[in-house]
């Protein structure tokens, strides 16, 4: 897996660094976060939303699917957890949510499958010990020039 890797040693980190990436990402972008239980996807998708939603409440969609933040653009928050696979996606009309007039970020993208589309960002999270995560970055053809160096620096707090 190439790309950026960042380590976080706080929640606060984690989602200081999600609300960096929110203020990087172009409209139209998917970003699919994969990794176990409890290793920050909900976390950075909190930084995330909070650049969008102007200090809203966020929580996680597990139980209905997604959640908005903001309008014009908006930040598009699918938690697939509790699918069984691509075909349940397909039958939920996902193709609006994968060509959004925003971001779109979708936790548990793995079990998205084939649908996610090519172009997209991952982010991999991984448990480091204690509060530390490991996250690593693999641009796939969506990101603007600069952006590793201004995940970095947010990473560490400059």
Sequence with gaps: MAGLELITHTPDVTERLGCALAGLLPDGV???LFGDLATGKTCLVRGMAAHYADGAPVHSPTFTLVNQYGTDPALYHLDLYRLGGPGELADLGYEELFEPDGVCVVEWAERAGLLLPSQRLEVHLFHEGGDARRLVFDDR?????????????AAEGT
């Design 30 to 32: 998917v970003v699919a």
């Design 141 to 153: 053809g969506v990101m603007p020039e600069g952006w590793e160096l201004a995940l970095f620096a």
